[in-house]
C-alpha cells in the first residue's frame, strides 16, 4: 500500500508537469516512477534497465511525432496511469507484460493514451483502466 501510494504521489506530480508542458518535471517524475518499480524488483537497483528507461522517455518527450496522441503532452501521464493500474490489479504478468509494451512502445502504449483520452484526459485513475 505504502509503495501504491509513493506511485499515486508521483503520477499527481507528473499530471501537473505534463498539464503545463514542463517536459524537464515530467522525464523527473518518469524517472522517479520507473525507479520505484527497479527498487522494488531488486533492492540493489539495476542500471543497466533505468538507463534504457530514462533512453525511451528521452526519446519521447524530444520527438512529438512518435507520441500516439500528438495532441496533448499528459499522454504520458495516461499511459504511466495505466502502468499503475496494471500493478493494481496484482496479475504479475500482466503487469510485467505491460511495462515491456510500455518501454518497447508497443500495443500497450496506444492502447493506454486511447483508454484515457476517451474517458477525458482525467487526473484520477477510478475506472479508467478497469
Keep these: 500500500d505504502e509503495d501504491f501510494a509513493d506511485w499515486r504521489e508521483i503520477l499527481a506530480a507528473m499530471y501537473a508537469c505534463c498539464d503545463r508542458e514542463d517536459?524537464?518535471?515530467?522525464?523527473?517524475?518518469?524517472?522517479?516512477?520507473?525507479?520505484?518499480?527497479?527498487?522494488?524488483a531488486s533492492p540493489a537497483g539495476s542500471l543497466g534497465?533505468?538507463?534504457?528507461?530514462a533512453g525511451?522517455?528521452?526519446?519521447?518527450?524530444?520527438?512529438?511525432?512518435?507520441?500516439?496522441?500528438?495532441?496533448?503532452?499528459?499522454?504520458?501521464y495516461g499511459m504511466?496511469?495505466?502502468?499503475?493500474?496494471?500493478?493494481?490489479?496484482?496479475d504479475v504478468e500482466v503487469a510485467c507484460e505491460a511495462l515491456s509494451q510500455h518501454i518497447l512502445k508497443q500495443e500497450f502504449v496506444a492502447?493506454?493514451?486511447?483508454?484515457?483520452?476517451?474517458?477525458?484526459k482525467p487526473l484520477?485513475?477510478?475506472g479508467v483502466y478497469d
Design 49 to 53: 534497465v533505468y538507463s534504457a528507461i
Design 111 to 120: 492502447a493506454a493514451c486511447r483508454c484515457w483520452t476517451e474517458a477525458g
Design 80 to 90: 504511466h496511469a495505466a502502468l499503475y493500474a496494471m500493478y493494481r490489479l496484482g
Design 23 to 40: 517536459h524537464a518535471g515530467a522525464f523527473h517524475q518518469d524517472a522517479l516512477f520507473h525507479q520505484l518499480i527497479i527498487d522494488k
Design 124 to 126: 484520477e485513475l477510478e
Design 56 to 76: 525511451a522517455t528521452s526519446d519521447y518527450l524530444r520527438v512529438d511525432k512518435n507520441r500516439p496522441y500528438h495532441a496533448d503532452f499528459r499522454e504520458l
